[in-house]
């Protein structure tokens, strides 16, 4: 199969996040499918940014097209979006020559489902639109928008056209389908493929090792008799970072707890500040690891912490890689985020409370830490073979080519 995939912040290895389109183009190619992906110069996700042209990856064809740096939300964003579907057209019949027999438009908003519809049509290919948020719902909810603003009407036009149009649409959070329903999809053409793990980023750990800095701080934790309650991400407002900072301010007084946070984002520094003032000794800011090293970091924490902020968009269901990470390190998860039958509840591989709840939090971290470490070992493993099971992006890939050959 010729797959062309259209994925605006596309990243690789080198260059950083995102890293789905790379995962499943890898295992596509180790398929035998010829696999071709075209991505902006530019995505404020990734560390390094490629320049434009073509490249290959891995097996994988890339065409990064040139756009426009940018910083934050604002409208620059929104103008580099515009340039990357422009580009892409632009593109158009060099995309055509390719002869793609599924053409996949997987950009969070809804503007490039237009010109992945028309190169599908002229290869009598099949069209498939990938959705990593629900577009406009989310720029709706969490930026306060009308839906009568240009943009967002703009936005929900291109959804409209998305299920009118796509023989299938593939959904990364798992429960948009209602949503969806009400914006005129038959159930026929929807599908669920969460994010995964690649195996072999599992393998072989003992070949790598930590920064100093990260594998000092950690012996000297566990010499102490720590129990540390970790966490591995962005520093950012969504994932509610200053909640568990609180939850340690409450519990202060046990000595047997240990914070570490790892990572790099817009509220760090914030963050930091909160730690003074509320005056935390037991815990520590690490900055970010590399990726290969991720793995090997969490298997030294005892518990792991993901949080959110109150969202009525987490009814849609969540796709938090980090999850993914925490479940195959095997350790016991404390899931502060309002999610419905969420994947750490329905494998019970730790322990689910309400978003921003300091109280709720500092409970969970008593409840866990004051279980013995097989115990937390025997939650966590819970979570790592249900992640083996289901998560594994070999059989992911395998599930999307399925589907596509499901459709008429």
């Not at 596509?28 to 075209?38: E, L, N």
Request: aromatic share 10%; proline share 6%; charged share 15%.
């Amino acid at each position: 199969m010729n797959i062309l995939m259209i994925s605006h912040y596309a990243g690789t290895p080198q260059y950083g996040m995102e890293f789905r389109s790379y995962y499943m183009g890898r295992e596509w190619v180790k398929m035998g499918h010829r696999v071709t992906i075209v991505g902006a110069s530019f995505s404020h996700l990734r560390k390094q940014q490629p320049t434009p042209g073509r490249e290959i990856v891995d097996g994988i064809e890339y065409l990064w097209l040139p756009t426009r740096q940018y910083q934050g939300n604002g409208a620059a964003r929104v103008i580099s979006m515009f340039q990357f579907v422009m580009q892409v057209f632009k593109h158009k019949n060099e995309l055509v020559a390719l002869r793609p027999d599924v053409v996949i438009a997987s950009s969070v908003y809804t503007f490039d489902l237009y010109p992945c519809h028309y190169i599908a049509r002229r290869c009598h290919a099949k069209l498939v639109y990938e959705v990593h948020d629900l577009w406009p719902l989310s720029p709706m909810i969490i930026g306060g928008y009308s839906p009568w603003h240009p943009f967002i009407w703009l936005l929900q036009r291109g959804e409209n056209y998305a299920y009118r149009h796509s023989h299938l649409v593939v959904s990364i959070p798992d429960k948009t389908y209602p949503h969806m329903k009400r914006h005129g999809l038959p159930k026929s053409r929807f599908c669920c493929i969460p994010n995964g793990f690649l195996l072999d980023e599992w393998e072989n750990l003992d070949t790598l090792s930590l920064p100093p800095s990260h594998s000092q701080l950690i012996r000297q934790l566990h010499s102490e008799g720590k129990i540390i309650i970790g966490f591995a991400g962005g520093h950012t407002q969504s994932t509610a970072m200053d909640i568990l900072l609180r939850a340690a301010h409450q519990l202060a007084d046990r000595s047997n707890l240990a914070f570490v946070l790892v990572g790099q984002g817009p509220q760090k520094e914030e963050l930091q500040q909160l730690a003074q003032q509320l005056q935390l000794h037991n815990t520590y800011f690490l900055p970010p690891v590399p990726k290969n090293t991720i793995p090997l970091l969490l298997q030294h924490f005892d518990i792991c912490y993901a949080g959110g902020v109150h969202s009525i968009l987490h009814q849609y269901g969540t796709s938090f890689n980090k999850i993914t990470d925490y479940m195959m390190a095997s350790r016991p998860i404390i899931f502060s985020v309002d999610e419905p039958h969420s994947l750490v509840e329905k494998v019970g591989c730790g322990l689910q409370v309400e978003a921003e709840n300091v109280v709720q939090v500092a409970q969970a971290i008593v409840q866990l830490s004051q279980l013995t470490a097989q115990q937390r070992n025997a939650i966590g493993q819970l979570g790592h073979d249900y992640a083996c099971s289901h998560l594994n992006y070999t059989s992911l890939s395998q599930q999307f080519i399925d589907n596509i050959n499901n459709t008429i």
